[in-house]
């Protein structure tokens, strides 16, 4: 049986991907990026500040959800260690290493950990919004109302908690659904973090700006699902700054961004902080390494993309 010629009649096939939410290019066509000072490598650090109920809820379990029969003890407390000690060891950390890092923050964690997001800002660190709790996610099966409330309840609730009203977010798992973008962009946000497509920020067509968080340079990915060691993880690090700076030098100093994904409850572990600590001692003393937080590369983005008209 042949099939009806409009079979293959698709109004969005184009260029890219087809859908209309931002303009498709690919990183060697644009113009190239400079970093402030002239550093040529962006490195953001986020860390993911996380409360897990102890049942799941919302469309889907979120990535590191309980998973035996409930209550499960085992891993709710082994994710509260993350608030309880591990959190504590990366901002140690990072003031040795004299660098800036986002917090994505779950509005509860905010209410019920105070102290821990008051050392966060005490350190001059970022707030990124990161939902109410890992219960939640987003997806499309959340009508459009319902996905805007969760949104405004999770900012204000941060806000409340810590006096800090944040202009980045990032959705658990990365997950939106066909309304996230203006959803979030309606609610004041600068910029999201959940697209991983491209290596430097780029617009959505409502003007939201996508901050990449790639997955794959995470310690979840790489050490508790690919179940590499510590230091493996922060040999591919290495691997991957060394790359980029290579590139950038090769494109005449062009800007390139090294997303660092960190779990308080992975890598803040005591035969693990050490890799983390070797890593950010060997970044920061790198010519080329510029330590910024998500809202400070988009700013510097941000002011290159508007001079350029």
Same mark, same amino acid.
Not at 46 to 70: K, R
Not at 168 to 191: N, P, V
């Given at each position: ?144 109302? /319902?996905? +805007? =409330?969760? %949104?405004?309840? #999770?900012?204000?609730?941060? &806000?409340? *908690?810590? $006096? ?127 330590? /910024?937080? +998500? =809202?400070? %590369?988009?700013? #510097?983005?941000?002011?290159? &993309?508007? *001079?350029? $008209?």
């Amino acid at each position: 049986m042949a099939l009806d010629s409009a079979y293959l009649e698709y109004p969005r096939r184009g260029r890219g991907y087809d859908h209309d939410l931002y303009e498709w290019s690919a990183l060697h066509e644009r113009p190239p990026v400079r970093w402030p000072g002239g550093l040529s490598v962006a490195v953001w650090l986020c860390v993911s500040l996380e409360w897990f109920p102890i049942v799941p809820g919302g469309p889907f379990a979120a990535p590191g959800h309980m998973q035996t029969a409930y209550p499960d003890f085992r891993h709710y407390t082994a994710r509260d260690y993350g608030n309880r000690v591990g959190a504590w060891r990366f901002l140690d950390a990072f003031a040795a290493a004299g660098v800036k890092a986002s917090f994505a923050t779950n509005a509860a964690i905010a209410e019920r950990y105070p102290e821990l997001v008051a050392a966060v800002i005490a350190g001059g660190h970022e707030l990124v919004a990161h939902s109410t709790d890992m219960n939640g996610t987003i997806d499309s099966s959340l009508i459009r109302e /319902a996905e +805007g =409330a969760l %949104i405004g309840e #999770a900012m204000a609730r941060i &806000e409340a *908690a810590s $006096g800090v009203r944040p202009t980045g977010w990032l959705s658990i798992a990365r997950q939106q659904s066909w309304h996230t973008a203006d959803l979030l962009k309606e609610h004041g946000l600068t910029f999201c973090c959940d697209w991983v497509n491209d290596e430097l920020p780029y617009r959505f067509g409502n003007g939201l700006i996508n901050l990449p968080l790639n997955h794959e340079l995470s310690d979840r990915q790489i050490i508790a699902t690919q179940q590499k060691s510590a230091e493996s993880w922060a040999e591919s690090m290495r691997d991957a700054f060394h790359w980029l700076a290579g590139e950038g030098k090769a494109q005449g100093g062009a800007g390139r961004m090294l997303p660092i994904h960190l779990t308080p409850y992975i890598m803040g572990l005591p035969y693990r902080i050490g890799a983390l600590e070797g890593l950010l001692a060997d970044l920061a003393a790198r010519p080329e390494a510029w330590f /910024a937080t +998500g =809202a400070e %590369i988009v700013a #510097a983005w941000q002011a290159q &993309e508007q *001079a350029r $008209g």
